[in-house]
C-alpha cells in the first residue's frame, strides 16, 4: 500500500469567488515549478460551506501525458498551456 497524500488547506480573508480564483491564480504561476503541489485538483470553498467546492482547472488529461491548463467550463481545446486570454 503507498502512502497517503495530504491536502493543505489555505483559509483566506477573501470574500469573493473571483477574488480567490485570482489568488489560486497567482500561487499556481509562483509556485508552479514546484512538482509536489497538483494545481489542477485545486479547488475553493466558502468557509462554512467547505462541503461545495469549485474547480479552478479544467485538468482534462491530454494525449501528451499532461493536463489541461485552462480554467474549469473554458471554451474551445483544451491545452497544456496557459492561454492569456482566460486570465
Keep these: 500500500m ?3 497524500f495530504w491536502i493543505i488547506h489555505l ?3 477573501l470574500t469573493t ?3 480567490a480564483t485570482t489568488l489560486a491564480i497567482a500561487i499556481r504561476e509562483s509556485l508552479g515549478h ?3 503541489i497538483d494545481f489542477g ?3 475553493l470553498s ?3 460551506r467547505q462541503f461545495l467546492r469549485h474547480r479552478v482547472w479544467c485538468d482534462t488529461p491530454l494525449d501528451n501525458s ?3 491548463h485552462r480554467p474549469t467550463e473554458h471554451h474551445g481545446q483544451c491545452t497544456s498551456t496557459v492561454d492569456p486570454a482566460d486570465t
Design 34 to 36: 514546484l512538482t509536489t
Design 11 to 13: 483559509p483566506t480573508r
Design 41 to 43: 485538483e485545486t479547488t
Design 46 to 48: 466558502e468557509e462554512d
Design 66 to 68: 499532461t493536463r489541461c
Design 17 to 19: 469567488l473571483n477574488d
Design 2 to 4: 503507498s502512502a497517503p
